[in-house]
């Protein structure tokens, strides 16, 4: 067993007991769903990093930059104005404080918004959990050279993501991305100096790749490329904004100030991380572009997870696997905590039993974050 896969097993070890001591806090549904609505803005900051940040960051993007070159950053660049127009809306969604996207819709448009937004939520966040699960297993089989294979990497991921959503809810979610918030930011601060020293700077990287790779739109945007920028562009921002995740955290927050005081480092941490990652990618590619075949896919997505194995130190490298691990597992989470919330919220307790008890809620939800789970894997076993 190589040392990478050793230490990301036992830091999922430490992260597995640790969960089942905090999940004895778990008493009531407001614990389940918002963390008792106790969060600190300290805990909130790494924990909505870890929301936005996925495996879509740190392969599917990292993939696009290996092609599109430094312009990948448009991709990102939506959701940062996204943050920053949440930024004036924080403070109010505390305030609110409710539990769902379905609680906001249904005060402003009825009944009938919160069953269709419930219904879209439901699917959408379904269909993410599925492919962190793929990509867990995706960076199972990297790390171990294959001799893990994706399909018991996507099963590993699965059962780790299930385990720690069904165990605690909000609580295990704050206090796993606590952690694991902490991982990712580092990795990418200490990473990215060795990688473009290994690349030989940008002096380097400039003659073996092609000058589209640091021009501010790359071809690779297509035939109008202004135009898909901007689609890019809008299409982050908008999804940013409708992540329930996200204002479940708000609700989470133990004051608004705490959830004001969050997105302004949230904003810096996601714009550092996200052009990292980027910067990472290009260079990486221009150091093992022999080793990677982009007509092939996901052959790209290999690049960051190349990089940890090659051009860094082995410590850093554990650490930069460990949050490309770290990305899957706590986005998983936090997309799964979401449907079963919006099953339980608003579907159940607003049609069906709307007194029932607080241990037989937080019980139900359990069962459902199994559920969702459950079938998110089948989706993944599919795809």
Known sequence: MSIYLSIILIYLLVLTVSNFIRARRVKSQEDFMVAGRSLKWQVMVFTLICTWIGSGTFISGAEFASKAGISAIWLAAGAWVGIIVIYFLAAKIHTFGQYTMGDVLEVRYGPAA??????????????????????????????????????????IAALFVILFTALGGMVAIAY????????????????????????????QASQVLDPGYFAVVNNQFGVHPWLKVIGYFLSTMFLLMGVQSMYQKFYSARTARDAKKAVVWWTLGTIFVETVVVV????????????????????????????????????????????????????????????????????????????????????????????????????????
């Open 176 to 203: 796993t991305d606590l952690p694991n918030g902490i991982i990712i930011v580092l990795a990418c601060l200490l990473a990215v100096p060795f990688v473009w020293l290994a690349a030989g700077g940008y002096a």
């Open 114 to 155: 919160r069953i269709f937004g419930a219904i879209a939520l439901i699917i959408s966040f379904t269909a993410i959990v599925s492919y962190q699960f793929v990509a867990g297993g995706f960076i199972l089989n990297v790390v171990t050279d294959g001799r893990v294979p994706e399909s018991l990497g996507t099963i």
């Open 280 to 383: 990472i990618a290009v260079f990486a590619y221009s150091k093992l572009q022999d080793r990677i075949d982009l007509s092939v896919p996901k052959e790209g997505g290999k690049v960051v997870l190349m990089a940890a194995r090659n051009l860094v130190p082995v410590p850093v490298g554990v650490l930069l696997l460990g949050a490309a691990c770290a990305v899957v597992l706590s986005t998983g989470m936090n997309y799964l905590l979401s449907p079963s919330t919006t099953l339980m919220r608003d579907v159940y307790q607003r049609f069906i039993k709307k007194d029932a008890s607080q241990k037989a809620m937080v019980a139900l939800q359990k069962v459902l974050v199994v559920f969702i789970g459950v079938i998110a894997f089948l989706l993944a076993i599919q795809l």
